[in-house]
T-cell receptor, first 116, second 112 residues
Framework: GAGVSQTPSNKVTEKGKYVELRCDPI?????LYWYRQSLGQGPEFLIY????????DSGLPNDRFFAVRPEGSVSTLKIQRTERGDSAVYLC??????????????FGPGTRLTVL | DQQVKQNSPSLSVQEGRISILNCDYT??????FLWYKKYPAEGPTFLIS?????DKNEDGRFTVFLNKSAKHLSLHIVPSQPGDSAVYFC???????????FGTGTKLQVIP
């Protein structure tokens, strides 16, 4: 069975541009998470979906960041007016249900975003 | 505000010896703790977890110890193997809540 996949694996863009990062979770996983990992840091929570709805978006740094999961499977993280400080590896994870006591999060390989 | 801290950025251990990775947390609401392992260019993979109602959980060569009064946990790997060389992240959550807070990681190198 396929794991979590993320596309593209690398994205280079210019400051001010718009980017979309895609995540395909493990089939059947209802919970989906986005994290951002900057150099030398651990993954930083951005947003969590349970099904189609964002159950917690408290980690999104500002209104330039937005994420959707319209059919409860694939998710897209959207970043408007990119800034150099947005450069990081964006990780997606999925789990069966939303309880960390019972279900580990499975991570994708990440998308490395570089804003020039 | 770093709620989960891994104060050792790196650790080198001889093959066959014990590796001990440490983690401290400040949020007393955390009640579930996890360790993830990460190889370069890959996402983190779950290793082992522990609930706050326990003080020890063991899985093969990996054991996690939790000291709630000290807000400290540690991961023991015995015996260490070269394939264990990776970055290890400590993470925590509270009340079944999905927001998992990660530490900054410790890079473990196991020397053959």
């Amino acid at each position: 069975g396929a794991g979590v996949s993320q596309t593209p694996s690398n994205k280079v863009t210019e400051k001010g541009k718009y980017v979309e990062l895609r995540c395909d979770p493990i089939s059947g996983h209802t919970a989906l998470y986005w994290y951002r990992q900057s150099l030398g840091q651990g993954p930083e929570f951005l947003i969590y979906f349970q099904g189609t709805g964002a159950a917690d978006d408290s980690g999104l740094p500002n209104d330039r960041f937005f994420a959707v999961r319209p059919e409860g499977s694939v998710s897209t993280l959207k970043i408007q007016r990119t800034e150099r400080g947005d450069s990081a590896v964006y990780l997606c994870a999925s789990s069966l249900v939303g309880d960390p006591s019972y279900n580990e999060q499975f991570f994708g390989p990440g998308t490395r975003l570089t804003v020039l | 505000d770093q709620q989960v801290k891994q104060n050792s950025p790196s650790l080198s251990v001889q093959e066959g010896r014990i590796s001990i990775l440490n983690c401290d947390y400040t949020n007393s609401m955390f009640d579930y703790f996890l360790w993830y392992k990460k190889y370069p260019a890959e996402g983190p993979t779950f290793l082992i977890s522990i609930s706050s109602i326990k003080d020890k959980n063991e899985d093969g060569r990996f054991t996690v110890f939790l000291n709630k009064s000290a807000k400290h946990l540690s991961l023991h790997i015995v015996p260490s193997q070269p394939g264990d060389s990776a970055v290890y992240f400590c993470a925590a959550s509270s009340g079944g809540y999905q927001k998992v807070t990660f530490g900054t990681g410790t890079k473990l190198q196991v020397i053959p």
